[in-house]
């Protein structure tokens, strides 16, 4: 069965050169962004720091004005790796 996708047109010069142009700014713009998730990389530390000294002194709610406390032990442990932002 012949599909749509097999056959594609032959890209003329003009059409590469815009894709290789969109490329690149789309490579900056990547760059840009893994830079900028890479300088909060302190703050976002304390952010979850201040996170995980909430949930154990004042818990989270459950149900209504129900709150639980979250054992130290229960909390995760922080992996080897560099955190990963996914946007």
């Known amino acids: 069965m012949k599909r749509v996708q097999t056959e594609a047109p032959p890209l003329t010069e003009e059409e590469k050169d ?10 900056e713009r990547h760059d840009a962004i893994v830079a900028e998730m890479e300088a909060l990389t302190p703050e976002r530390d304390a952010w979850i ?9 004042r818990g989270f709610n459950t149900n209504c004005d129900e709150r639980q406390l979250i054992d130290k032990d229960e ?6 790796r560099p955190f990963k932002v996914t946007f």
Do not use: C, V
């Open 49 to 57: 720091d201040g996170f995980f000294e909430r949930i154990q002194t």
């Open 75 to 80: 909390l995760p442990e922080k992996p080897d």
């Open 18 to 27: 815009w894709i290789a142009r969109n490329a690149a700014a789309q490579r």
